[in-house]
């Protein structure tokens, strides 16, 4: 103890000679602190925290990539999302997703809102209730059916004050009508992200 005690002591005296020298180790010290912390929250928040569904430990992520030519993912080609439906014996179920966005028109001004285009049975592996009206079924999710969408909590409080009635009315997105068939839960939350306004039908052919 005596001995790492005295080396300590001829280590600070160096560095009290190359002031210039201590600081940058300290800065250098300080950033990687700092690095691990941000590099600990970002694991921790999507490694280690626990996924807010029902029966999360049951789900599993699938994406397909090709390294050969720097793709890290690839959207899954949809005749093997209907292989993997109809035929897998290990999977209860398979929801396929996609983040895009729409313009809302109709009202007193355009707006951008930001979308989720889900398969039918992406928000019943997830647990997800509707606070009114239905989610999809797989009639609004075939080609050339009418199309449909669903609210989230925040899209129909801000927009339609809360209105219940709102269920069964038209919105229309990037020109085309969809009717409104329900609303999500408050607590509704698809893949750490929060900003989803509206949530529609994936209708893969």
């Known amino acids: 103890m005596a001995s ?8 600070f005296r160096r560095l009290g000679r190359a002031p210039l020298f201590a600081i940058v180790i300290l800065i250098t010290v300080a950033i990687g602190v700092g690095a691990n912390t941000v590099i600990f929250s970002v694991v921790e928040g999507v490694l280690l925290k626990p996924l807010p569904y029902k ?37 209860e179920d398979i929801g396929v997703y996609d983040f895009l966005s729409f313009h809302i028109t109709g009202g007193a001004q355009p707006e951008q809102v930001q979308g989720l285009q889900v398969t039918d049975g992406t928000l019943p592996i997830l647990g997800v209730r509707p606070n009114i009206g239905r989610l999809f079924t797989q009639r609004d999710d075939s080609p050339n059916m009418p199309q449909t969408v669903i609210l989230t909590y925040g899209f129909w ?18 020109g085309a009508m969809h009717e409104i068939i329900g609303v999500l839960p408050a607590n509704f939350e ?10 529609v039908p994936a209708q893969i052919d």
Not at 4 to 11: A, E, G
Not at 190 to 199: C, E, L
């Open 4 to 11: 790492f005690i005295s080396q300590l002591k001829q280590v």
């Open 55 to 91: 029966d999360a430990d049951r789900l599993i992520g699938v994406w397909y990539t090709a390294p050969a030519i720097n793709i890290p993912k690839i959207n899954m080609a949809e005749y093997l999302y209907f292989i993997d439906r109809e035929q897998s014996k290990t999977l």
């Open 157 to 174: 409080q801000r927009h339609f004050g809360g209105d219940a009635s709102v269920v069964g009315r038209p919105l229309k997105l990037d």
């Open 190 to 199: 698809f893949m750490d992200r929060s900003d989803v306004d509206v949530v």
